[in-house]
Antibody, heavy 121, light 110 residues
Framework: QLHLQESGPGLVKPSETLSLTCTVSGGSISSIDYYWGWIRQPPGKGLEWIGSFYYSGNTYYNPSLKSRVTISVDTSKNQFSLKLSSVTAADTAVYYC?????????????WGQGTLVTVSS | QTVVTQEPSFSVSPGGTVTLTCALSSGSVSTSYYPSWYQQTPGQAPRTLIYSTNTRSSGVPDRFSGSILGNKAALTITGAQADDECDYYCVLYMGSGSWVFGGGTKLTVL
């Protein structure tokens, strides 16, 4: 069974860089059948797609966050990471990693449990 | 920037039928956007209900159905139950590896 687990600091200071890692077990992030991505949800608000990648190395970012976001991949550890720079209180959210089915289906089929990141001094 | 709009809230009586919709700020939603629907209870990760417009995810009861209604994607719940009371999100695939989430609908069953 596929399992995704987010990890990283729960508290980040304003103007610093938020860094999270998603560790995948039970499946390979190098699979040609899937994208992998990050989604966030501010407290009491809706979900927002942050960005995704495909095993070939292509990355895709939400235009509203593109200037601050980097998604990187470590296939040897079956992990992928999110970096969000110059954070403000508006970046406080639960951050989820997820698997996304490709091939004409294009939907999020497995999610991590999410991790809360608070931006505060 | 593309905005996907859902009803902020909706209410349905137990046993009743409700249709939630998902609209694009510019243009019509079609199957080409591969609309998908997710259910989220407080403190939990979203659960996939429907993908590719109208395909139910594994284990989802058949009282949940997806469709295109006019120029919107739609999620219909038939025979609403108390534990259907939660948040529902639609997601549209915009192409080139990018997605947009709707703002979500808070469903009340009473």
């Amino acid at each position: 069974q596929l399992h995704l687990q987010e990890s990283g600091p729960g508290l980040v200071k304003p103007s610093e860089t938020l860094s999270l890692t998603c560790t995948v077990s039970g499946g390979s992030i190098s699979s040609i059948d899937y994208y992998w991505g990050w989604i966030r949800q501010p407290p009491g608000k809706g979900l927002e797609w942050i960005g995704s990648f495909y095993y070939s190395g292509n990355t895709y970012y939400n235009p509203s966050l593109k200037s601050r976001v980097t998604i990187s991949v470590d296939t040897s550890k079956n992990q992928f990471s999110l970096k969000l720079s110059s954070v403000t209180a508006a970046d406080t959210a639960v951050y989820y990693c997820a698997r996304i089915v490709r091939d004409g289906l294009c939907y999020f089929d497995f999610w991590g449990q999410g991790t809360l990141v608070t931006v505060s001094s | 920037q593309t905005v996907v709009t859902q009803e902020p809230s909706f209410s349905v009586s137990p046993g009743g039928t409700v249709t939630l919709t998902c609209a694009l700020s510019s243009g019509s939603v079609s199957t080409s956007y591969y609309p998908s629907w997710y259910q989220q209870t407080p403190g939990q990760a979203p659960r996939t209900l429907i993908y590719s417009t109208n395909t139910r995810s594994s284990g989802v009861p058949d009282r949940f159905s997806g469709s295109i209604l006019g120029n919107k994607a739609a999620l219909t719940i038939t025979g609403a139950q108390a534990d259907d009371e939660c948040d529902y999100y639609c997601v549209l695939y915009m192409g080139s590896g990018s997605w947009v989430f709707g703002g979500g609908t808070k469903l009340t069953v009473l």
